[in-house]
């Protein structure tokens, strides 16, 4: 996600507080992170919602978080799998292409990411559900992909998804 895109998402985070339901390895980094550029967002009490000013505060004091579809990524490069990028504008940001949330330490859920993993447990039984049975090597890549998903989920969320 761009960091122009990243602004009313992060608004919604720390204004509604939102960043109170993460789970996840990395949700208590998320959540002190997100406190923290609530704080300094906020002018006498009101919260930023000058476009121009928000973007200057998160040039100045971005919280490296980034939230997704899967997973929202708190980004510490000592720990991340991904491979960020060198060069240009997005020095220092995560490369979402090269993400791996099953096995990152970095990784933070929501509720809305953890409905888009059951969404995709979903539709991975309706394949190995599906007749005419699939072939055998797509059958064992799948129940694994669904095995570690759920392991996944069950490690990193507070109601584990039950198999």
């Excluded at 579809?69 to 090269?98: M, N, W």
Aim: net charge positive; charged share 30%; aromatic share 4%.
């Amino acid at each position: 996600m761009s960091r122009d895109l990243r602004g009313e998402h992060y608004l919604a985070m720390v204004d509604a507080h939102e960043h109170t339901d993460l789970t996840g390895q990395a949700a208590t980094e998320a959540a002190r992170r997100l406190e923290g550029f609530g704080h300094r967002t906020r002018f006498q009490g009101i919260v930023v919602t000058d476009e121009r000013r928000l973007k200057r505060i998160m040039e100045r004091e971005d919280p490296a978080v980034y939230p997704g579809t899967y997973i929202t990524c708190v980004h510490d490069h000592s720990k991340a799998l991904c491979e960020r990028a060198r060069r240009g504008r997005f020095e220092g940001l995560p490369d979402h292409g090269q993400c791996q949330p099953l096995a990152c330490r970095s990784v933070a859920l929501t509720s809305s990411n953890t409905e888009a993993w059951q969404s995709e447990l979903d539709r991975i039984d309706r394949r190995l559900a599906a007749r005419p049975p699939l072939p055998p090597l797509m059958q064992h890549r799948l129940a694994s992909r669904r095995a570690e998903i759920t392991a996944f989920l069950s490690r990193n969320t507070s109601s584990p998804e039950t198999a």
